[in-house]
């Protein structure tokens, strides 16, 4: 079940979630968000409406990523410059069709000048053609599939998915020496992207592709793949959710891990998983742009914020991408000044954004609307007591 619509009202106060029982549409039906012509809209909220998975195989995501983005704006005292911001959050359930549905109820029903979508890469491109249509601002929290980029009202705050998929390729090949690999990914749009990157770039530094393996999104068995994969140097995993933790501990349990050795795109390891993979995460490798152990000032300051904010916060990519969006949206309202509720004004200043990221300067490339950014290759290792990231540096 979709978890029930809130809207979030951030002010000088702070934060404070009232149920929604109705809402009011602002402009006239159909115009989803954009100010009436001849409206004086600057003492208004900008209202922003957030597609987060709470329910689903990446249903782990949704309250950590709700929570980052609320205390990034709560930290700003929940204005950008002179305008309030309201955030309103659905439940896009790891489900295109769910969130393309929710995204027309944000629209026509909350009357919101942007939105910040998906965690799920195939919701991403579901809502993608509508919001274009309609000339709001789509911003993408975490690394997308590349389809986006034919959309200008669309940004995302992370490179693609298959940017540092195609790097860890290149270095996997080179730097790690592996002459033949293995791949392994779930079966939609996500999984796709990072397995025919990580192909493309291994196979042209010298490497050899000996099997291709997709397996079905919410997989919970995995011991059939398992049993079948052949010898190689390497495998590469594109997992992420439920469907990471149940592959890498998977991949241990039926001995695989101790002949070959296995590493993956970022979120196989994401901050939130390790824990629930549990030792057979260790020296299981990544290539990623974001690692929790990343020492830098906007990366202490968003991993300070959330620690002070309380609850169990795990710093993750998902966490600091939320985070990240925050700071775009509240720069690029505050520039837009008075037409920051005009969706195409809206959506070209904020790729003319630039603000500091957890990973260091996230500014947006003009062509495709994505964020540059570096790729660091780690590893898992027990530390303390805790897993976490040593990370052995960044990626040429």
Not at 182 to 192: E, L
Not at 273 to 288: E, H
Not at 304 to 328: E, I, R
Not at 347 to 371: C, H, M, Q
Request: net charge neutral; hydrophobic share 40%.
């Amino acid at each position: 079940m979709s978890k029930s619509p809130r809207r979030f009202s951030v002010g000088h106060s702070g934060i404070t979630a009232v149920a929604v029982a109705s809402v009011a549409v602002l402009g006239a039906a159909g115009c989803g968000g954009a100010a009436v012509s001849g409206e004086d809209s600057s003492d208004k909220p900008v209202k922003v409406g957030v597609l987060l998975p709470y329910t689903g195989t990446f249903g782990l995501y949704g309250k950590p990523m709700e929570a980052a983005l609320k205390a990034r704006l709560k930290l700003a005292q929940g204005r950008a410059g002179d305008r309030a911001v309201e955030l309103v959050f659905e439940d896009e359930a790891t489900d295109p069709a769910v969130a393309v549905s929710k995204v027309g109820k944000l629209l026509d029903q909350d009357g919101v000048s942007a939105v910040v979508c998906c965690a799920t890469g195939a919701a991403t491109l579901a809502v993608g053609p509508t919001l274009a249509e309609r000339g709001i601002p789509q911003l993408g929290p975490i690394p997308n599939p590349d389809g986006l980029k034919k959309f200008k009202t669309a940004a995302v705050a992370a490179p693609t998915a298959g940017h540092d998929a195609g790097k860890l390729g290149t270095y996997a090949a080179g730097e790690l020496g592996h002459r033949t690999a293995v791949i392994v990914a779930s079966d939609f749009a996500y999984g796709h992207e990072v397995a025919d990157a990580f192909e493309k770039t291994f196979t042209e530094a010298g490497g050899t592709i000996v099997k291709r393996v997709l397996t079905p999104l919410g997989t919970a068995d995995f011991a059939s793949y398992l049993a079948r994969l052949p010898d190689a140097d390497v495998t590469f995993a594109g997992f992420a959710g439920a469907d990471a933790v149940r592959f890498v501990q998977q991949y241990d349990k039926f001995g695989v891990k101790k002949r070959v050795p296995l590493i993956g795109h970022g979120p196989l390891l994401t901050e939130l998983v390790l824990k629930q993979i549990g030792p057979s995460a260790v020296d299981v490798g990544a290539g990623f742009y974001y690692s929790s152990t990343l020492d830098n000032p906007e990366n202490k300051r968003f991993i300070d914020t959330m620690k002070a904010a309380g609850g169990q916060f795990v710093p993750s990519h998902f966490t600091a991408g939320a985070w990240a969006s925050g700071s775009v949206l509240l720069a690029a309202i505050e520039a837009a000044g008075d037409r920051a509720m005009d969706g195409p004004e809206l959506a070209r200043t904020i790729r003319a954004t630039k603000v500091d990221a957890p990973w260091g300067t996230l500014s947006f490339n003009p062509e495709t609307g994505y964020a540059d950014a570096p790729t660091y290759y780690y590893t898992v290792v027990q530390k303390s007591g805790s897993l976490q990231h040593s990370v052995a540096g960044e990626m040429p």
